[in-house]
């Protein structure tokens, strides 16, 4: 236990206190012994205030997404968390850890409402706006919380910026003449991001760089910050559906891009159809942002490969007709021909019947008979065997390759 800090003759002190050891206030040298065991793990409570405040933030915003930790910010407090468990005296509450457990299960690769590009020097107005924006909901990019350690700065930098819907970008003459500033302008400008300023500091326009010169910027330099932030949140609002599908597809795009433009990545059925209605939309009413050269080839190869795949297809369908048109001719044509076999050596059976019949006076009648079923049975199978008459004195002939049969009464 600390101990506590008392002066003489204080009573009836509160239960939760009365177990600890008291420094007796009254003699001066026990001052420094005050101030010894306030700066003992002082590090460790400042973090535990810290977290809990934004987790408390988190709670009473009905657990407010945006609030939760990424990046840099969650990396140090989980490793703070490791810490605080092993201690006996003020552990971290079950709040820190249900904050924790939230940040780490958030989606990483969503898209974000803000990136916010700012000189070192302006920090804590940057603070300030971010901590605002999170409040009302926004997710922002803010490097101070965004970038783990061990990360590669300009990377995550830059993947940050694809990762966002807006670009904000507060003017200033120390983020003017950055040349870091600078390099993010330059990455947003690429994308096609749409750009939002924020003057801080006052600065000549003519030193600005091109992208952010063609805004308008929002005057925070006036001094009343929630007036003008009400205006970036307008702002921030308007198009809203157009600006994250825009980075939806750009993340598309980009990542088509890095893997060699591999065709497994294009967009297809609804997917297509969408990015499609997207960019006549964006073309025909030249609303910012505008579409970038790589996300105009990116829907156009979809498109192709999709025309491709169909006419593939198409072709696949018709080769398989006349694979299966081709057999069921064959598999016609043979069954015909074991068909025919098979009667005419039927035929052939009744003929010699027929003949062994007639050569006997006593069954001429019978053999008759059977020599006509046999001859309209020969028509109805083959259509080939056609009596050459009928009736005393004619004869009935079978044609080749039958026996010809002759059948003669009277004289």
């Not at 239960?15 to 001066?28: A, K, M, N, W, Y």
């Not at 950055?178 to 749409?194: G, H, I, M, Q, T």
């Amino acid at each position: 236990m600390y101990p506590a800090f008392s002066k003489a003759g204080e009573v009836n002190l509160p239960v939760e206190i009365q177990d600890l050891e008291f420094i007796d206030g009254t003699q001066e040298d026990n001052l420094g012994q005050l101030i010894k065991v306030l700066k003992e793990d002082a590090n460790y409570y400042e973090k535990h205030k810290i977290l809990l405040v934004k987790a408390i933030k988190w709670r009473d915003q009905n657990h407010n997404r945006s609030l939760l930790l990424r990046g840099y910010n969650l990396q140090h407090f989980q490793a703070w968390l490791k810490i605080g468990e092993c201690r006996s005296l003020h552990p971290p509450l079950p709040l820190h850890y249900e904050f924790i457990a939230a940040s780490q299960g958030q989606t990483t690769d969503t898209a974000l409402d803000v990136f916010i590009s700012y000189s070192r020097a302006d920090a804590d107005f940057a603070r300030k706006l971010n901590d605002r924006l999170q409040e009302l909901g926004k997710t922002t990019w803010f490097d101070q919380e965004s970038i783990a350690v061990g990360e590669d700065f300009q990377k995550e930098i830059e993947k940050g910026i694809e990762n966002c819907d807006n670009f904000v970008f507060i003017i200033s003459p120390r983020s003017i003449n950055s040349p870091y500033c600078a390099d993010e302008v330059e990455y947003a400008s690429k994308l096609n991001k749409r750009f939002i300023t924020i003057l801080h500091d006052s600065v000549k326009s003519q030193d600005l760089h091109p992208a952010l010169a063609r805004v308008q910027w929002i005057d925070f330099s006036r001094g009343d910050f929630y007036h003008y932030f009400n205006e970036l949140v307008r702002v921030l609002d308007t198009d809203r559906e157009h600006v994250r599908y825009q980075t939806k597809l750009s993340q598309r795009a980009l990542e088509w891009q890095e893997k060699q433009k591999s065709k497994d990545l294009l967009l297809r059925g609804v997917e297509l159809e969408t990015a499609w209605a997207w960019l006549r939309e964006a073309e025909l009413r030249k609303v910012e942002p505008r579409p970038t050269a790589l996300q105009k080839e990116y829907i156009t190869k979809s498109r192709q490969q999709t025309q491709k795949n169909r006419l593939v297809a198409i072709g696949s369908v018709v080769g398989f007709i006349g694979v299966v048109s081709a057999a069921l001719v064959v598999s016609t044509t043979l069954w015909l021909r074991a068909e025919r076999q098979t009667t005419l050596a039927t035929l052939r059976e009744n003929a010699v019947r027929v003949k062994n019949l007639l050569s006997s006076n006593a069954y001429k009648v019978d053999g008759l008979a059977l020599a006509i079923a046999a001859t309209v049975k020969s028509e109805d199978k083959l259509g080939k065997v056609v009596p050459s008459g009928c009736g005393t004195g004619r004869a009935i002939w079978w044609f080749n390759p039958l026996p010809t049969i002759q059948v003669r009464f009277g004289q």
